[in-house]
């Protein structure tokens, strides 16, 4: 008897082989991804042949590159896990960067997968091609550029290992279409190869040991508390100190939520729109302990004038952003969460040797008056119009407590932050680094895909609508029934408050719709477009609200509905200004409370 081999013959692929295509996407289930947004193209489309076999990856197909990368965003602020999105070669792969950006920008953890044209023509100029590695290697932690299907798995497998570890952030695997067409043998799992990445989870000892003693002694310390707090989940172990010590608390644009915002020891947002009672206690403080926070220039407003007689405390994951912007008396290199776990014990060693320790009494009065004197308030609206700081207040008030908010960029986002109670980690995501216009319906739609039991908001400006608001028909053709509120005052808000404090009133180019009407503008002082007839031809339910008497029904009325995306156009009035306000380059000592009230805080002190 004679037995025959049979070999595969010239182009079949060996037995038991994939195509790298199929090799991306058995590497995406098996690191765990249940959602992806993107949009295909010629050079990822084999990737897309194989997702559409894959009964472990939702893809939901966006409208715009943009909003795949936003909505990535927005499904990992709020579930913890990496986002994915995906685009072709080209003007599909830079139609990310500006969520690459903001991801890097907020530390987030993001996965980009591009497809690329196959590899004998990189370089050569190719229809749809552009270095994306090369574009988008000041704003991503890594980038790979894979034209082996062999090395798929791995890439994938390092991308997310490399996105949320660490400081947070995005990785670009770029890989070309060939290497998405060729056969392999996936393996799964691998071995990393990253011999130069290792980050600093572990605090040392003896720098927990100097803060715990500084925290002890001083007399007007302060938690500055940033974003890196939650992205450590480490809001527990904040609490537990902040209670121990009874140290106030200030929470960033990007650390709200970390600390409850009605805990009594919690002072707000600092920096340029915080509350004066966060603002001055910086500014007074002779110990700053910042946690997972940054000295941007929004909270320290100018640098040489910011908290002048603070010792500084800087505990962040991040080793590079430690003493960059301001210099550091203790510098804690380490995770949020062990930071404070291992801060705890020894503040508590401190307390039991020295029962003067942690007696901020008089600390507190002088905190106490301040935000007494300077609450967090607005000018009311002309009669029978709508303020959008009150719309913003109820919208909060009438939502449930597994309400998540998404805001986009500008006086909406500000107000949002400071007329909604944020008690929860993870309740609010914006776009706090890059300032991104655009976010907001993208972000909500990632967030709701996330988790669908939540009622999920985007808190937009009319403005900021404009730009992304083509997501609603993602939204509405996948099932993804966000809400969303337009701050609808017909201006580009933020800049018109710039040009009317600093540029004497001249608007220019920041009115939305037409002014009055004339022979020769007949259709001016209407609004374009009209956002119910447009969010209704996208598919979803829409309202609009235009006086006081009618904005809790209509809030309530988007409550009740859940079968598909609401949108309320809010028509609010145009003047409505952001306070309190820190003016772009001065000191925070010279906050407005409101227009032309500038607190007095008496003499300066040692």
Same mark, same amino acid.
């Given at each position: 008897?004679?037995?025959?081999?049979?070999?595969?013959?010239?182009?079949?692929?060996?037995?038991?082989?994939?195509?790298?295509?199929?090799?991306?996407?058995?590497?995406?289930?098996?690191?765990?991804?249940?959602?992806?947004?993107?949009?295909?193209?010629?050079?990822?489309?084999?990737?897309?042949?194989?997702?559409?076999?894959?009964?472990?990856?939702?893809?939901?197909?966006?409208?715009?590159?943009?909003?795949?990368?936003?909505?990535?965003?927005?499904?990992?602020?709020?579930?913890?896990?990496?986002?994915?999105?995906?685009?072709?070669?080209?003007?599909?792969?830079?139609?990310?960067?500006?969520?690459? =950006?903001?991801?890097?920008?907020?530390?987030?953890?993001?996965?980009?997968?591009?497809?690329?044209?196959?590899?004998? =023509?990189?370089?050569?100029?190719?229809?749809?091609?552009?270095?994306?590695?090369?574009?988008?290697?000041?704003?991503?932690?890594?980038?790979?550029?894979?034209?082996?299907?062999?090395?798929?798995?791995?890439?994938?497998?390092?991308?997310?290992?490399?996105?949320?570890?660490?400081?947070?952030?995005?990785?670009?695997?770029?890989?070309?279409?060939?290497?998405?067409?060729?056969?392999?043998?996936?393996?799964?799992?691998?071995?990393?190869?990253?011999?130069?990445?290792?980050?600093?989870?572990?605090?040392?000892?003896?720098?927990?040991?100097?803060?715990?003693?500084?925290?002890?002694?001083?007399?007007?310390?302060?938690?500055?508390?940033?974003?890196?707090?939650?992205?450590?989940?480490?809001?527990?172990?904040?609490?537990?100190?902040?209670?121990?010590?009874?140290?106030?608390?200030?929470?960033?644009?990007?650390?709200?939520?970390?600390?409850?915002?009605?805990?009594?020891?919690?002072?707000?947002?600092?920096?340029?729109?915080?509350?004066?009672?966060?603002?001055?206690?910086?500014?007074?403080?002779?110990?700053?302990?910042?946690?997972?926070?940054?000295?941007?220039?929004?909270?320290?407003?100018?640098?040489?004038?910011?908290?002048?007689? =603070?010792?500084?405390?800087?505990?962040?994951?991040?080793?590079?952003?430690?003493?960059?912007?301001?210099?550091?008396?203790?510098?804690?290199?380490?995770?949020?969460?062990?930071?404070?776990?291992?801060?705890?014990?020894?503040?508590?060693?401190?307390?039991?040797?020295?029962?003067?320790?942690?007696?901020?009494?008089?600390?507190?009065?002088?905190?106490? %008056?301040?935000?007494?004197?300077?609450?967090?308030?607005?000018?009311?609206?002309?009669?029978?119009?709508?303020?959008?700081?009150?719309?913003?207040?109820?919208?909060?008030?009438?939502?449930?407590?597994?309400?998540?908010?998404?805001?986009?960029?500008?006086?909406?986002?500000?107000?949002?932050?400071?007329?909604?109670?944020?008690?929860?980690?993870?309740?609010?995501?914006?776009?706090?680094?890059?300032?991104?216009?655009?976010?907001?319906?993208?972000?909500?739609?990632?967030?709701?895909?996330?988790?669908?039991?939540?009622?999920?908001?985007?808190?937009?400006?009319?403005?900021?609508?404009?730009?992304?608001?083509?997501?609603?028909?993602?939204?509405?053709?996948?099932?993804?029934?966000?809400?969303?509120?337009?701050?609808?005052?017909?201006?580009?808000?933020?800049?018109?408050?710039?040009?009317?404090?600093?540029?004497?009133?001249?608007?220019?180019?920041?009115?939305?719709?037409?002014?009055?009407?004339?022979?020769?503008?007949?259709?001016?002082?209407?609004?374009?477009?009209?956002?119910?007839?447009?969010?209704?031809?996208?598919?979803?339910?829409?309202?609009?609200?235009?006086?006081?008497?009618?904005?809790?029904? %209509?809030?309530?009325?988007?409550?009740?509905?859940?079968?598909?995306?609401?949108?309320?156009?809010?028509?609010?009035?145009?003047?409505?200004?952001?306070?309190?306000?820190?003016?772009?380059?001065?000191?925070?000592?010279?906050?407005?409370?409101?227009?032309?009230?500038?607190?007095?805080?008496?003499?300066?002190?040692?």
């Amino acid at each position: 008897m004679t037995t025959h081999t049979t070999q595969p013959r010239s182009g079949q692929p060996p037995a038991g082989s994939i195509t790298g295509a199929q090799s991306l996407v058995r590497s995406l289930e098996a690191i765990g991804v249940d959602t992806a947004f993107g949009i295909p193209g010629g050079a990822i489309t084999p990737a897309y042949d194989a997702l559409m076999d894959s009964t472990k990856v939702r893809h939901v197909l966006v409208r715009h590159e943009q909003g795949a990368g936003h909505a990535a965003t927005g499904y990992a602020q709020a579930t913890g896990k990496v986002g994915v999105c995906m685009a072709t070669s080209g003007p599909g792969a830079t139609n990310l960067v500006t969520p690459i =950006a903001d991801a890097a920008m907020d530390s987030v953890p993001l996965v980009a997968i591009t497809g690329q044209v196959i590899s004998t =023509a990189i370089g050569t100029d190719a229809f749809q091609e552009a270095d994306i590695c090369g574009i988008t290697m000041p704003v991503t932690k890594h980038s790979f550029l894979i034209t082996d299907p062999d090395d798929i798995p791995r890439a994938i497998s390092e991308a997310f290992h490399i996105a949320s570890t660490g400081r947070p952030g995005p990785v670009l695997v770029d890989i070309t279409k060939d290497a998405l067409q060729k056969n392999t043998m996936f393996r799964w799992p691998v071995k990393h190869q990253l011999p130069g990445y290792r980050p600093t989870a572990t605090p040392h000892t003896r720098q927990l040991q100097e803060a715990a003693r500084l925290l002890a002694q001083a007399e007007r310390p302060v938690l500055y508390v940033g974003g890196g707090v939650l992205k450590a989940h480490a809001t527990a172990e904040l609490k537990a100190l902040a209670e121990l010590t009874g140290a106030p608390v200030t929470t960033t644009l990007m650390g709200i939520g970390a600390f409850p915002d009605k805990h009594p020891q919690h002072l707000g947002m600092p920096g340029m729109h915080g509350t004066v009672a966060a603002v001055t206690s910086l500014q007074k403080a002779d110990l700053i302990v910042a946690l997972g926070a940054r000295f941007d220039d929004r909270v320290t407003g100018k640098l040489d004038g910011f908290a002048p007689y =603070a010792k500084i405390v800087h505990a962040d994951i991040d080793p590079a952003e430690i003493g960059k912007n301001r210099a550091v008396d203790v510098p804690i290199v380490g995770d949020a969460r062990d930071v404070l776990a291992a801060l705890l014990p020894a503040v508590q060693d401190e307390i039991a040797n020295d029962e003067t320790a942690c007696d901020y009494a008089g600390w507190w009065d002088q905190l106490e %008056t301040w935000r007494k004197t300077y609450p967090l308030g607005h000018e009311p609206a002309p009669p029978g119009k709508l303020s959008p700081q009150h719309v913003i207040q109820r919208l909060g008030q009438l939502s449930d407590d597994s309400t998540i908010i998404a805001a986009g960029v500008g006086q909406h986002q500000m107000w949002a932050s400071q007329f909604i109670d944020y008690e929860r980690p993870h309740s609010w995501l914006n776009s706090g680094g890059a300032g991104t216009m655009g976010y907001a319906v993208p972000a909500a739609m990632g967030a709701k895909a996330g988790l669908p039991q939540a009622t999920v908001w985007a808190i937009d400006g009319d403005g900021c609508f404009q730009m992304t608001n083509q997501e609603l028909v993602t939204c509405a053709l996948n099932n993804i029934p966000i809400k969303v509120a337009i701050i609808n005052n017909g201006v580009l808000g933020m800049v018109r408050q710039w040009q009317t404090l600093f540029y004497n009133q001249r608007y220019s180019n920041t009115v939305l719709h037409t002014g009055a009407a004339s022979p020769s503008t007949p259709n001016a002082g209407t609004r374009v477009p009209d956002f119910v007839k447009l969010a209704e031809a996208m598919g979803c339910h829409a309202l609009r609200c235009e006086s006081p008497d009618q904005l809790d029904a %209509t809030i309530e009325q988007a409550l009740a509905i859940n079968d598909a995306p609401v949108v309320i156009d809010f028509i609010v009035h145009e003047d409505a200004m952001v306070w309190p306000m820190v003016a772009a380059g001065t000191s925070n000592d010279d906050i407005m409370a409101a227009r032309d009230v500038r607190p007095d805080f008496g003499d300066d002190e040692e």
